[in-house]
């Protein structure tokens, strides 16, 4: 069956059919971090998001060119480094570098390219096709010497987002005296410099200033993937005015279609309400970090759920991450020891052997939850036969290699890295010691010592597991 995602644009699912089939080669462009501040775990769901639309299309053999941006010139990167008193570029450095640490941290594989609004190349496609725009009529400088888009203009103009423009100006809720503009809706593509801006400004026909945000995406994306691209992603609150004003810039100057898929995700949410910096309610990687949690299991907890359907995030969710994940952990560890135990000819008759279903799931608009239940299914079916002396090692090694195929796109493999001190490894071992001799009491006391230590103990078939212990 072929791969299916639902276009934003269509509002339908749609079969995928790339610009070039033949090739197999995809471009995609996700819009990236507006370095202001640290990203939160709201803006990395998009990110994982995006990073499992990327691993299951290459795990389908397509080669994926992916292009991320990163908006470090905006009103709120001037803002914050007024505020901070430093350069912009200084202010927004901090920021890139933390959010390089935490995707990495969250396993999210590297875009291609991290093209950043400020390079010279891109301002200059950006003033280019500005040039270009207003050449055609579909933009004017206005009297506060900004130049604006004339969504009047162009036709198309509302087809992403399914936005009435009559609407938009009857409701006459915006501000008319905010700028000199022809239409309420029309949006900023230069800003002329004013003293706010301090020495944050760029030469133009125009006069000085800075791009506004969308055509820096336009323009990015354009020049390194070229005038019409396979997918667009971000979040839903990316869908207006954000995507459907740069594809009214880039088909603007191009007269071509676009974008051919736009996916969205839908938000993390706190309290039925969506994650956001300017709400207050969302904590960053290193918050999850430091209540105990590793990178693999916010991962997980952002990632199990279908991305169109929004997903509450409690500490309760990264508990069951944890339970989750704990499960493959035990279920890889069995599977490695059967799959080393000689061959001894187990009737294996009636086991499973895995199928395609976890694929499937996945080429049904990234269907996640569906993928995963494919998993755990998987898990307690070769559990079972494992209990009942059923699965030989032939079998085990078959479903090993196809753990290390979905894992590809999962990319959970156990942590490796998480160095357990010293004092608690020790005092696990005479844990161990104290359980075999079956002397019960002293194995729940050395358990104390060892939660005192910050850490957890865990008793599994396979013997005891140290995880690090929840902050409450
Ligand atoms: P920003 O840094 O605000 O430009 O956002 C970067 C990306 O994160 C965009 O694709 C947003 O749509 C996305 N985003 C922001 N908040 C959330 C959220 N609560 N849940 C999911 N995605 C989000
Ligand atoms: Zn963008």
Redesign the pocket.
């Known amino acids: 069956m072929a791969l299916r995602f639902f276009n934003t644009y269509s509002r339908k699912i749609e079969e995928f059919e790339p610009r070039d089939p033949a090739a197999r080669a995809i471009s995609i462009?996700t819009?990236?971090p507006t370095v202001y501040s640290r990203a939160h775990i709201g803006n990395f769901r998009a990110y994982i998001f995006e990073d499992l639309l990327q691993r299951h299309l290459e795990l389908r053999g397509y080669k994926v060119h992916r292009v991320m941006?990163i908006?470090d010139v905006d009103d709120k990167t001037i803002r914050g480094a007024r505020e901070a008193k430093v350069p912009l570029t200084k202010f927004t450095e901090q920021f890139k570098k933390a959010f390089f640490q935490d995707a990495e941290t969250l396993r999210i594989k590297r875009a291609d390219e991290f093209p950043a609004a400020t390079d010279q190349r891109y301002v200059d496609r950006m003033i280019a096709m500005i040039a270009e725009l207003i050449a055609r009529g579909l933009a004017y400088q206005a009297d506060d010497k900004s130049v604006y888009f004339r969504i009047n203009k162009f036709p198309n103009y509302g087809k992403l987002a399914h936005f009435d423009l009559t609407q938009l100006q009857s409701t006459g809720r915006v501000k008319h005296d905010e700028y000199d503009k022809e239409h309420i809706g029309d949006f900023a593509l230069w800003k002329a410099w004013d003293e706010e801006d301090a020495d944050v400004k760029w030469d133009s026909p125009w006069g000085p200033g800075r791009p506004g945000?969308?055509i820096?995406?336009s323009a990015m994306?354009m020049t390194l993937l070229g005038d019409q691209i396979d997918i667009h992603c971000?979040g839903v609150d990316?869908i207006f005015p954000?995507?459907e004003a740069?594809i009214a810039q880039s088909e603007g100057v191009t007269g071509k279609k676009f974008v051919r898929y736009w996916l969205h995700c839908a938000h993390l949410l706190v309290d039925s309400q969506k994650m956001a910096k300017s709400l207050g309610n969302f904590f960053t990687v290193p918050d999850v970090l430091a209540k105990g949690y590793t990178g693999r299991e916010l991962r997980y907890a952002l990632l199990r759920v279908h991305y169109r359907v929004p997903l509450n995030f409690t500490w309760e969710g990264m508990k069951e991450a944890r339970e989750s994940l704990a499960r493959i952990d035990e279920w890889l560890t069995r599977l490695k020891q059967k799959s080393q135990e000689a061959n001894v000819e187990r009737p294996a008759s009636n086991v499973q052997r895995p199928t395609q279903k976890f694929e499937e799931a996945l080429d049904d608009d990234l269907n996640i939850s569906a993928a995963l239940g494919v998993l755990f299914e998987s898990i307690r079916e070769t559990n079972r036969a494992m209990d009942e002396n059923k699965l030989d090692a032939a079998s085990a090694n078959v479903w090993l290699d196809w753990w290390k195929r979905i894992n590809t796109v999962l990319d959970l493999e156990p942590e490796t890295k998480i160095a357990v001190p010293e004092e608690v490894v020790q005092l696990g071992e005479q844990r161990e010691n104290a359980r075999r001799e079956k002397n019960w009491k002293r194995s729940d006391e050395l358990r104390d010592r060892i939660s005192a230590l910050g850490w957890d103990v865990r008793d599994t078939k396979d013997g005891q597991k140290l995880a690090r212990r929840i902050a409450e």
């Open positions: 462009y819009c990236g941006n908006t945000w969308h820096e995406c994306a971000g990316n954000h995507h740069e």
